[in-house]
């Protein structure tokens, strides 16, 4: 059983262009969040999605950011226009349901460097 | 605001000493605890959690956490550290008033051999 696979391991890009981040969950998870950690801090909530629906976004910076779970395929964490500020590690973990009754499984994480 | 506080950022030990790292967090509902570690250059792995039932938790590699009510905290303890524990840990909360997991700013311990 594979784990929740994230890709690309590192991505960079420069300023103004877009990023594009997957995560496929855990076979049989429904769940997934989305987290940045940004250098000697922890780990902040971006966002809780269940498939087809944001569930909740509040730690979406409210503009270039997106996160979308389609009814296949992976999650897609989307930034435009990318500034230097967005270089981070952005995690992603899935669980099968709500984490209340169970537990949430990371990713390796994807790192973007914005140059 | 839900918050949890780790009160130390970077711990040194060396190999057999004690290890106990704080974990504090604000919200005053019924809670979930879990500690993760993350190695170097790895995904955060799970430790051990708390859903209900004893408050004293056992997780992997000789780890335990003990959860005080009273105290809000649910700190992370293991009798004897190896050099293998270098890591940094994450103490993390879900509340279902806010339906995610929230995690403290993480503590880095470094085991000299």
């Known amino acids: ?115 | 605001a839900q918050s949890v506080s780790q009160h130390n950022h970077h711990v040194i030990l060396s190999e057999a000493a004690s290890l106990e790292l704080g974990c504090n967090y604000s919200y005053g509902g019924t809670v979930n605890l879990f500690w993760y570690v993350q190695y170097p250059g790895q995904h955060l792995q799970l430790l051990l959690k708390y859903f209900s039932g004893d408050p004293l938790v056992k997780g992997i590699k000789g780890f335990e956490a003990e959860f005080i009510k009273s105290k809000f905290s649910f700190n992370l303890r293991k009798p004897s550290v190896q050099w293998s524990d270098t890591a940094e840990y994450f103490c993390a909360v879900f509340s279902g008033g806010y339906n995610k997991l929230i995690f403290g700013a993480g503590t880095r311990l470094a085991v000299h051999p």
């Not at chain 1, 877009?18 to 049989?28: I, Q």
């Not at chain 1, 996160?67 to 989307?78: D, M, Q, V, W």
């Open chain 1, 1 to 115: 059983n594979a784990g929740v696979m994230q890709n690309p391991r590192h991505l960079v890009r420069r300023r103004g262009q877009e990023a594009r981040l997957r995560c496929s969950p855990m076979k049989g998870h429904s769940h997934v969040y989305w987290y940045r950690q940004l250098p000697e801090e922890g780990l902040k909530f971006m966002v809780y999605l269940q498939k087809e629906n944001i569930i909740d976004e509040s730690g979406m910076p409210k503009e270039r950011f997106s996160a979308e779970f389609p009814k296949e395929g992976p999650s897609i964490l989307r930034i435009q226009q990318v500034v230097r500020g967005d270089s981070a590690a952005y995690f992603c973990a899935s669980s099968p349901g709500q984490v209340a009754n169970t537990e949430a499984f990371f990713g390796q994480g994807t790192r973007l460097t914005v140059v």
